[in-house]
């Protein structure tokens, strides 16, 4: 039997990869990026010019399908791979990122009379305008005692399904009513490609609040959540949930014209991109914490036993790898906090010096950061510039810098933002560690470890433990190419299960971070002052970040 190769295409925030992997070795034959032609839309629809409000966050569903068109023939191009060797693809999105379609499986925003209305379009991830329905959702589900909100580290995020499905609800109860289904992005784009629309376990469990054994949340609740929502998963929310691996259907012939892959091609059902990167650095038992480093982190980690830890955003039945629990937790903004920082913030000679040494303005202050010792730049930061995911679970928390003086230096605000994400990872490593989830071993992966070699020694120093990196730019889609490989079996040349496929494809790095040990006693004495500004500003002492967005809110409308 000739090579064999498969596709994985990773859906991230702002643009999407293909990347052409050898099955035997998982080796990148080639990659092709397409930014996405919309990008993020926050600021005014496309194609009404319509103000958005504040916490909104779209995007436009041909974008992904322009990933296919461009990226998939690029890398075939590139390679030289004859179609009729890749034998299987599969992709990986950000989550949830969801949007309404018609009984066709067209996207509302793309009908004429659903594209002026900002709840006709991808909802993406980073959402955060149903704050108010996840509150409310969390409190009814509180006092209902729902067995399922322990699960959810005690409160589901407005990020997901259920509470954006409602905003929709309140918010524009036509476009509700014209939907068919409400579905992930991950699952729209593999029901384009194969013509079949199944719902991934993945997304479903961490983002839908669906249980392998329980299934979804009852109609009561839903009832109580708002008698609109009562038959919610049996109409809107309906179709088959399946384990990941598992195919999906074969690449239709108007597919494989866009594409240039054969028809037929073994399609996995959807993932969700920091799960799809675990397998692919070749973690498949517990013990160790994969963070998906890039826009946020996500952070993945296996259990054998299902145990409570407060705000982690998730645990799934077989939700990253078949036979195990996938817990998740994460940070919703990570290298946005550092790119915030270099847009919005840094003076005019910052970028004029970078330019004129031939450097990014992200590398120029890396630089002058690295001189500074920790603690010498006298500065502490939350990282809550997009609210806290985990462990408080809460989009409406700010950011904070204390410490400034007249002498503050712009390369000492960027490598307090980069420690102040270091210590938000620390705790969420804390409350998995010190609530029966060990962890161990930490593995990164995502574009940061790649970019940022200081990003990455402050994370080994404030965890105080060692951690191995990638050895791909592009792991969740070597990932989610492992997953096309699984969905075309092992009789045509793929694998019989993810297990096998990590084997023989995962890659890390031979070169590791080390905690150096007087960065780490530094770090924790750091470490200790973050949290009591953590409790203090998090939990209820002072809301005072609330407070501000609640005038900001009054003020702009
Ligand atoms: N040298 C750098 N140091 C730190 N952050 C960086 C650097 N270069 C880019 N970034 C940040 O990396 C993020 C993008 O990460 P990446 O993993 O490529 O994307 P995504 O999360 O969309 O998959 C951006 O938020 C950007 O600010
Ligand atoms: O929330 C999840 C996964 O559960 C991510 O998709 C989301 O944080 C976006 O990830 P990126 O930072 O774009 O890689």
Redesign the pocket.
Known sequence: MSKKYAIGVDY???SGRAVLVDLSNGYEIADHVTPYPHGVIDETLPTSGQALEHDWALQHPDDYLEVLRRSVPAVLKESGIRPSDVIGLGIDFTACTMLPIDEQGVPLCIKPEWKNNPHGWVKLWKHHAAQDEADRLNAIAAERGEKFLPRYGGKISSEWMIAKVWQIVNEAPDVYEATDLFTEATDWVISQLTGNFVRNSCTAGYKSIWHKKDGYPSKEFFKALDPRLENLTETKLRGDIVALGTKAGELTPAMAELTGLNAGTAIAVGNVDAHAAVPAVGVVTPGKLVMAM???ICHMLLGTEEVEVEGMCGVVEDGIIPGYLGYEAGQSAV??I??WF?EEAVPAYVKEAAEKEGL?V??WL?ERAEAYKPGETGLLALDWWNGNRSVLVDTNLTGVIVGYSLLTKPEEVYRTLLESTAFGTRKIIDAFHDNGVPVDEVYAC???PQ??RL?MQIYADVTNREIKIADSKQTPAIGAAMFGAVAAGSAKGGYDNVVDAAKAMARVREETFKPIPENVAIYEKLYREYSTLHDYFGRGANDVMKRLKALKDEASH
Request: a negative charge.
């Open positions: 991230g925030t702002q890039g826009t946020s290298g946005d550092f790119e270099v990014g992200h590398q890396t995502g574009g940061l970019r940022n990003l």
